[in-house]
């Protein structure tokens, strides 16, 4: 292992660069430096309408400063290429880049951008931002563990501000506390200097600069991304995408939680010999308070393989807000009182707490009886996915439900799956009042190049989910059953047999298992119709009132 994580310090692992996104022309203005000596930046300088305060720091993309706005009368940040790089191709363009993918955010966990401009005396770039007050996660993080609810509430936002950056097709790959600032308003998620819409790097090198829990361990511009919060792909040098993110997230997460990083070591090549073959102990061994919930979510998040992750961003979000519905660990500092009366007080606090827990555990026990859960089951295979818009952004047509399915009063988890699954009493244990799954769940690829081979496969899979349903149907008979697909029956009547067949051969399947045609010429649960119409099944299986 550590003969791999040396190969990965001195290799030269490039990945594709793909043509920014955008429709507005952004290189006149952020490639355009045309003056061969940058002007120098201090309080009272003039960018435009923009009168500089005072310098706020600088990160690898740029130097931040406070500045007032002179039209507006308001604060703003300004972020400016340094004069050091003005002449840098990749740094303009990573500063172009920056600008683009910001412009095409609008989420209140995101930091926005207000203007961009560029000096008319010497063509100096700037964009102009939301000036966030408050520290950042990294500065919160040197103070020890964050309370538990803060764990919740800003996990939850840092998901989402994720989740709608990765709809619009744009991944961060540079997470970490240092790029997320903790305001009155919650968690803001910034620096997106490093993002991309189609997979963009440079050559992957590292200057053996030891570990430390919140420092970069590269060089300025010689990696794309921060070591301690690179996910295993990343440093292998393969294809990187959203999952990317969720792997940092989960890093996030734990270090929010538990004080600590999950993989912490000496040197760059002990560091990434941890993160790509070490796993890491929950952080409930670290900090008790941390429910196994909390657990489940960060150990998902760092899964070596991506497929074994959360899927989603917006899964993540949802599980964090949960948990913050159904369980509140809650400590109060003692403080010393007479013997006597301290007795006393401690009985009369035990027996409050005892009624208190005895509250909150019916109360949580009732919730969790009375919200159905939807387990939504679909492969990540790309000859899976309907929507081509999904396709294009990493998701499965699970994904498309759930945003179909997110106002109903449910609760919504996700099973990604594959022709080698072995989930079912993970499933089991949800306790599901439904499972809508494709019937390709279980499908093995196509292209396998032996038809005979293929064929047998195919029968195989169908076989596996008849059997899955058939398994869970016997372990839980509340369970019922939707199994949609565009193509496995070519009409409904053909479709009524086959669940008729399942019937038959597990007869208490009975009443609960349905089969649901998607119609080929608006294959997507994106189409209003094709949408409403599984919404209204959905509802009537589970006898809601709308």
Same mark, same amino acid.
């Given at each position: 292992m550590r003969e791999k994580a040396s190969t990965i310090i001195s290799g030269n692992i490039r990945a594709r660069t793909d043509s920014p996104r955008g429709e507005l022309d952004w290189k006149p203005l952020l490639l355009g430096l045309r003056c061969p000596n940058p002007m120098s930046i201090a309080a009272g300088t003039r960018l435009g309408p923009y009168e500089i305060v005072s310098r706020i720091g600088a990160g690898g993309m740029g130097e931040v400063w406070r500045a007032r706005d002179?039209?507006?009368?308001?604060?703003?940040?300004?972020?400016?290429?340094?004069?050091?790089?003005?002449?840098?191709?990749?740094?303009?363009?990573?500063?172009?880049?920056?600008?683009?993918?910001?412009?095409?955010?609008?989420?209140?966990?995101?930091?926005?951008?207000?203007?961009?401009?560029?000096?008319?005396?010497?063509?100096?770039?700037?964009?102009?931002?939301?000036?966030?007050?408050?520290?950042?996660?990294?500065?919160?993080?040197?103070?020890?563990?964050?309370?538990?609810?803060?764990?919740?509430?800003?996990?939850?936002?840092?998901?989402?501000?994720?989740?709608?950056?990765?709809?619009?097709?744009?991944?961060?790959?540079d997470l970490k506390?240092?790029?997320?600032?903790?305001?009155?308003?919650?968690?803001?998620?910034?620096?997106?200097?490093?993002?991309?819409?189609?997979?963009?790097? $440079? =050559?992957?090198?590292?200057? +053996?600069?030891? /570990?430390?829990?919140?420092?970069?361990?590269? #060089?300025? %511009?010689? !990696? @794309?991304?921060?070591?301690?919060?690179? $996910? =295993?792909?990343?440093?292998? +040098?393969?294809? /990187?995408?959203?999952?990317?993110?969720?792997? #940092?997230? %989960?890093? !996030? @997460?734990?270090?929010?939680?538990?004080?600590? =990083?999950?993989?912490?070591?000496?040197?760059? /090549?002990?560091?990434?010999?941890?993160?790509?073959?070490?796993?890491?102990?929950?952080?409930?061994?670290?900090?008790?308070?941390?429910?196994?919930?909390?657990?489940?979510?960060?150990?998902?998040?760092?899964?070596?393989?991506?497929?074994?992750?959360?899927?989603?961003?917006?899964?993540?979000?949802?599980?964090?807000?949960?948990?913050?519905?159904g369980v509140r660990p809650e400590s109060s500092p003692a403080r010393k009182l007479p013997v006597r009366p301290a007795i006393l007080v401690l009985f009369a606090v035990l027996l409050l707490s005892l009624i208190a827990g005895v509250m909150r555990w019916s109360t949580s026990r009732t919730s969790a009886a009375t919200t159905p859960v939807i387990v939504l089951m679909d492969s990540t295979h790309p000859l899976r996915v309907y929507d081509p818009v999904t396709l294009r952004n990493g998701g499965t047509n699970a994904d498309d439900l759930s945003d179909l399915l997110n106002d109903l009063p449910v609760r919504l988890v996700k099973e990604n799956t594959s022709w080698t699954w072995h989930r079912e009493e993970e499933v089991v244990r949800q306790n599901p009042a439904l499972i809508l799954i494709h019937r390709s769940s279980f499908y093995v690829p196509s292209g396998v190049g032996n038809e005979a081979f293929e064929n047998d496969y195919y029968a195989r899979a169908a076989d596996k989910l008849e059997m899955f349903v058939g398994y869970v149907a016997a372990r839980n008979p509340r369970t019922s059953f939707i199994v949609y697909s565009r193509r496995s029956?070519?009409?409904?009547?053909?479709?009524?047999?086959?669940?008729?067949?399942?019937?038959?051969?597990?007869?208490?399947?009975?009443?609960?298992?349905?089969?649901?045609?998607?119609?080929?010429?608006?294959?997507?649960?994106?189409?209003?119709?094709?949408?409403?119409?599984?919404?209204?099944?959905?509802?009537?299986?589970?006898?809601?009132?709308?």
């Open positions: 002179t039209r507006l009368e308001r604060d703003v940040a300004i972020k400016v290429l340094p004069a050091s790089l003005a002449h840098d191709p990749q740094f303009r363009l990573r500063f172009e880049r920056e600008a683009k993918t910001i412009s095409q955010l609008n989420h209140p966990n995101i930091c926005q951008i207000h203007d961009v401009g560029e000096s008319p005396q010497d063509h100096t770039s700037y964009l102009v931002m939301e000036l966030l007050e408050g520290e950042s996660l990294a500065d919160r993080l040197t103070r020890g563990v964050l309370p538990f609810s803060e764990v919740l509430r800003y996990g939850a936002q840092i998901a989402e501000a994720l989740a709608a950056a990765h709809r619009a097709g744009i991944t961060h790959r506390p240092g790029n997320i600032m903790l305001t009155r308003s919650g968690a803001k998620l910034l620096d997106f200097g490093l993002a991309k819409g189609a997979q963009a790097a $440079s =050559p992957i090198q590292f200057d +053996g600069t030891g /570990a430390t829990e919140h420092k970069p361990l590269t #060089a300025q %511009g010689t !990696i @794309l991304g921060t070591l301690p919060y690179m $996910s =295993p792909e990343h440093l292998e +040098g393969k294809e /990187a995408d959203h999952r990317a993110d969720i792997w #940092a997230l %989960g890093c !996030i @997460l734990y270090e929010m939680a538990s004080g600590r =990083p999950p993989f912490a070591a000496n040197s760059s /090549a002990s560091l990434i010999g941890a993160i790509l073959k070490d796993e890491p102990l929950p952080p409930s061994r670290f900090q008790p308070v941390v429910p196994a919930p909390l657990d489940r979510v960060v150990m998902t998040c760092l899964a070596k393989n991506p497929e074994e992750r959360w899927q989603s961003a917006q899964d993540i979000a949802r599980e964090l807000r949960w948990i913050g519905e029956w070519p009409n409904d009547e053909q479709r009524d047999q086959w669940a008729a067949a399942l019937v038959k051969r597990f007869p208490m399947l009975k009443g609960r298992v349905a089969g649901w045609l998607v119609p080929l010429d608006r294959a997507t649960f994106r189409n209003p119709q094709t949408g409403a119409e599984m919404k209204k099944q959905v509802v009537k299986t589970l006898g809601l009132v709308r």
